[in-house]
């Protein structure tokens, strides 16, 4: 990164641990201490000739090939990121998907939104009379990534007709910048 940032480079290498700077050593720190990666070094990358995907917990993992696959690869990956998680499918304390449940429900009201299949949309871009979401100025933890923040939002007011009016069509590129709701993005 430092590399490419042509202002300030040294910022870059001010701000990491002197070992760091030797990518090997850096990628190593980073399988060592992650978990999941175990099967992932430098060496076995270099030498596959196919993708080795996460998670891969030792040498002897082939890599999840499919996440949430029946195999018994799946679950030998998923016991490896957490002993909670052996003998689930699906990363939740069911094991199961879940598509609602009150724990959910909880930590996404915590900033304003709330678990359902309704997508509530924002008031320029959405059809007549579809749900639509404003968000406030109220800044709270993250629901689904608790290490971030974000903005508080009320959903369910009504969309802007006017704007629609003048302008019936719209163009979207790229990610929208919403948290969606059950996940980070739909």
Known sequence: MAKRDRRQPQLWKDSFPLEW???PKLWATF?????????RTQARLEASKTPLRFPCPDLKHPGASALYLDHPTWYQAVAALSPANKGKRFLTPSGKAEIFTPDLAARLATAGHRARPISDTHPDLSAPNAPTLAYLDEFVTNPVNPQAVTRKATLGLPSNSATRRLFPLTGIIGRASVVHFAGVTQ
């Open 31 to 39: 399988v060592e201490h992650t978990p999941g990666m175990g099967g």
């Open 21 to 23: 700077r030797d990518y």
